[in-house]
């Protein structure tokens, strides 16, 4: 039973990615169908995709982080 | 993985892996430093892998940026060729679409130079922990010099103990996020004035209910703010490394589970190519890491000066 917090990060990284693959997917999506629509504006959706994916992206990578810290500090 | 590989030969290969792995990103410990300095008001300042890092990061920023643009700009006719255009061209880029776009056309002159040496020095600190030189100077000695592993007043020796990735360890990443949140307040001041700027934490006209939420909010995402950039940086830099690490890891992992070499052989046909592709995985995101970090500190110095009511 003292090994159950391995269990508990194994279990913390798939839902991390599950939500970090969720949300950069819907990113994705909706900026290659708004560029597939106006393809004159991929500039400025890049852009506006840019900034909320780093952010999504930085909340996995935090996730991560905290997982490392459990197994490496119990 | 040579330095480490051999330490020990009691406990089993799966106990080694994940010491190895962190062995191999961390800095190099305190008892192992390069250079042995006095403690300074409790703060040890031996040097250690990952400030000797920084120096080679410094070095290289200086001869491959700074020396050619200051050659560059004393000449009578400034035409740029050879290195000056790559040069320009990240200049240019940083400048128009990281800079002018966030910040704004008034303090583009007043900001560009910081996400610019942020930009560099980001790219090189990344890009130098890709390359294995360390390890390979370590096979050299070993094997052609036959410098024994124990020894550790041999300086290559030394420099095996620790990553290269000095972007990778969290108080080099905190160190540049505590400038990105200096940078805010003084944007901040510069622009408002210092009243208006911790005015504009909040927006004046809303009920004062709400204003009991929404300025501890705002407090705490002011310290937030540096906080991600400095794990978002570091734990992407260290990430990638385990990732190959590990996967590498799974050729000694599976020769000792089924006690026989050639499966370790084996395994090494899918591990190696793996590996190989992570590390070209790598190259972007040493390219994006840098670019994150700059775009986002000249998102936050920009939400500081065009505030939006």
């Known amino acids: 039973m003292e090994n159950l917090h391995l269990f508990g990060v194994g279990v913390g990284l798939g839902l991390i990615v599950i939500g970090a693959g969720i949300g950069i997917g819907r990113l994705a999506a909706g900026a290659a169908e708004g560029i597939a629509r106006q393809p004159e504006a991929s500039d400025k959706i890049t852009a506006a995709v840019n900034l909320p994916l780093f952010l999504l992206e930085g909340v996995a990578i935090l996730g991560e982080v905290f997982a490392l810290l459990i197994v490496l500090m119990k | ?309």
């Open chain 2, 1 to 309: 993985m040579i330095a480490s590989g051999e330490q020990t030969h009691d406990s089993s290969v799966m106990d080694q892996v994940g010491d190895n792995i962190i062995h191999h990103v961390s800095n190099s410990s305190l008892d192992h430093p390069l250079i042995h300095l006095p403690h300074v008001f409790g703060i040890d300042l031996s040097v250690t892998k990952h400030v000797f890092m920084l120096w080679i990061v410094a070095i290289v920023v200086a001869c491959a940026v700074i020396i050619p643009i200051q050659k560059y700009l004393q000449k009578n006719k400034p035409v740029p060729s050879g290195w000056m255009n790559l040069l320009e061209m990240v200049v240019k880029f940083v400048r128009d679409s990281i800079v002018q776009p966030n910040i704004g056309s008034k303090y583009t002159e007043m900001w560009a130079p910081m996400i610019l040496t942020f930009f560099f020095f980001i790219l090189f600190a990344n890009g130098i922990g890709l390359i294995p030189i360390f390890d390979l100077l370590g096979a050299l000695n070993r094997f052609i010099f036959q410098v024994p592993a124990s020894d550790d007043h041999n300086i290559i020796n030394a420099l095996l103990h620790g990553g290269v990735t000095a972007t990778g360890n969290f108080n080099v990443t905190a160190a540049l996020a505590v400038i990105t949140f200096f940078a805010i307040l003084i944007a901040g001041t510069r622009a408002h004035g210092f009243i208006n700027h911790w005015k504009n934490l909040a927006p004046p006209g809303l009920p004062w209910p709400v204003y009991l939420i929404l300025i501890p909010i705002e407090i705490i995402g002011m310290f937030v703010k540096p906080f991600a950039l400095t794990m978002r940086l570091a734990a992407n830099m260290t990430g990638g490394h385990i990732a190959i690490l590990a996967i590498l890891s799974f050729m000694a992992i599976f020769a000792e589970m089924f006690n026989s070499a050639i499966t370790g052989m084996g395994v090494a046909l899918f591990s190696v190519p793996l590996a190989t592709a992570i590390s070209g995985l790598e190259i972007i995101v040493v390219l994006v890491q840098a670019y994150v970090f700059t775009l986002l500190s000249a998102v936050f110095i920009g939400m500081a000066i065009n505030v939006h009511h």
